[in-house]
């Protein structure tokens, strides 16, 4: 028997490795397709167009990926952060909304400054990457508690590394992810007996995200010795002291902070609440969305962590004590937390999560559980959607042919495998020519009108080059092709009526060309 089982779990081993190992390759295969020649990976940082005005001077000159007609993320923040990780640039105040709170986020900036050397451009690179090598370094950690040795095993693993909430981290380059890394290190030191080690590690994710600081859970305390509860208190208060200075330096340097963060906590249960209600309305109005079911499944999802942990009731397991802090942190957070789609409540609570796949029994009495406890998994591909505008171009010649979309459009969007842009009435679309030759374009696309019909025209200069009339319900194919002459020449899409506004969108609103495919090859001498 013991050699069988020997075999077996040899077998199971070596199994689970080439899924270990294809879980890391499709992890770096899908960050490798926000790369792009001119800005490398900084389209993870999700900086947006509306912040150009006031971003800080290092980030101007420094090349990045800018997304249109958006706010950008939480991301674009913490890059400047990085670039003066000293908050010595007056230029900060005005670039990051309510600095002193974000400011107390400091860690990561300062490890993004010291892996770009302080050169701005290698800066942004870091901060961009930085969860990236987070993610990997979590990757073998995780091994501490989920071996290669169980398919179990292997499913708690993904749910973790690819769980939303981690995914949404390394997508948008924020604070979440690094610091559950630092969350796991301090758990196994601790259970490794290295009080000092896990203690700073736990000092060190304070200062990388305060709320990490509810991990302090998991030191060691027996909860019914009062007689002892000194020395478990004391390090807590210890490991607490680095966030308490710095927070003390920025209180000083900037004054109070306008917002310090209260808005994201309520009335118990009452964000919760609310955030189901609106997912089941949305899956209400528009079933066939699988977008609507993935917010769905996210909320049924930390639901189900939440009770496992309320209701087995571990006191003197360490990672019960942490799960249940968090736990307790999510019966209060607000509106700001829960809306969007699906929200930041997944990288928020990313200890429970963790916590919760350590925890639940293993068997195939408890795989039901699991399975719901982890659907969060399910949002994950909408986040690794990497900038992609509504045209492609390809062929022989296809390098040598530069798009850019000029007045008229409304920034790119995208769902799975459709790309497409709204027009208010009339976009132009510039072609550029750097061949020194003429050239052959081919284009074929998809036009939709946003409400009736309408006719769409496509015109170069004076000339007609395709026009259809076009309702809002059948996708019309657009197909034409033209000899594109060296230099820049502009297409212009029309409509011959105005835009206008649909619902609670406040863009004006005409028509829609989709998965543009532009096709180049040499014109014939």
Not at 132 to 145: K, P, S, T
Not at 222 to 232: D, E, L, M, V, Y
Request: net charge positive; aromatic share 12%.
């Amino acid at each position: 028997m013991g050699m069988k089982g020997g075999h077996l779990l040899k077998f199971l081993s070596g199994r689970a490795r080439v899924v270990f190992i294809a879980g890391i390759l499709l992890f770096l295969w899908c960050v490798s397709q926000f790369y792009q020649r001119d800005t490398g990976f900084s389209s993870l940082i999700s900086i947006g167009d509306m912040l150009t005005a006031t971003k800080v001077t290092a980030l101007k000159q420094s090349p990045h990926y800018v997304y249109e007609s958006s706010p950008g993320y939480d991301g674009a923040y913490y890059v400047q952060l990085a670039l003066y990780p000293t908050l010595d640039n007056p230029e900060l105040t005005k670039a990051i909304d309510n600095l002193p709170y974000r400011a107390k986020r400091i860690l990561f900036c300062w490890a993004a400054y010291v892996l770009g050397l302080g050169q701005p451009a290698w800066v942004v690179q870091a901060h961009a990457l930085l969860n990236v090598l987070c993610w990997l370094a979590l990757a073998f950690v995780l091994l501490r508690w989920f071996p290669l040795t169980s398919w179990e095993n292997v499913l708690r693993w993904a749910a973790v590394m690819f769980s939303h909430g981690v995914i949404m981290s390394v997508r948008h380059s924020l604070v979440d992810g690094p610091s559950l890394l630092l969350v796991a290190l301090a758990l196994r030191w601790l259970e490794d007996g290295k009080q000092i080690a896990g203690a700073t590690t736990l000092a060190l994710a304070g200062l990388g995200k305060e709320t990490s600081l509810l991990a302090s859970a998991g030191i060691d305390f027996a909860w019914n010795k009062p007689s002892t509860w000194g020395r478990p208190v004391l390090t807590v208060i210890a490991i607490a002291v680095p966030l308490a200075l710095w927070m003390g330096f920025i209180k000083w340097k900037f004054g109070p902070a306008e917002d310090p963060g209260m808005g994201n906590f309520t009335a118990p249960l009452l964000g919760f609440v609310e955030k189901a209600n609106t997912a089941w309305e949305d899956l209400q109005g528009d079933p066939t969305w699988t977008l609507n079911w993935a917010v769905a499944a996210t909320v049924v999802a930390l639901a189900v962590q939440w009770l496992f942990l309320a209701l087995r009731w571990r006191p003197d397991d360490r990672w019960w004590r942490v799960g249940a802090a968090f736990a307790l942190m999510m019966v209060f957070l607000s509106t700001p937390v829960w809306e969007g789609y699906p929200g930041a409540s997944t990288r928020v609570l990313l200890p429970m999560t963790l916590a919760f796949n350590v925890l639940v029994p293993r068997g195939l009495k408890w795989l039901p559980v699991l399975l719901l406890g982890n659907m969060t998994v399910a949002a994950s591909i909408y986040e690794f959607s990497p900038p992609h505008d509504f045209y492609t171009v390809r062929g022989p010649a296809g390098a040598e042919v530069r798009v850019v979309p000029e007045k008229g459009w409304h920034g790119p969007e995208r769902h799975l495998q459709g790309h497409w842009r709204w027009s208010a009435g009339r976009g132009e679309l510039r072609l550029i020519n750097s061949s020194g030759r003429p050239l052959l374009v081919a284009m074929n696309a998809e036009a939709l009108s946003v409400e009736g019909e309408r006719r769409i025209r496509v015109m170069l200069g004076d000339r007609l080059l395709w026009s259809e009339p076009v309702g809002a319900q059948t996708v019309i194919p657009v197909r034409f092709g033209l000899t594109l002459q060296p230099g820049e020449t502009t297409l212009v899409f029309s409509s011959d009526r105005p835009g206008q506004k649909v619902g609670t969108d406040p863009r004006d609103l005409a028509f829609q060309i989709s998965n543009l495919d532009i096709v180049v090859k040499p014109a014939a001498r």
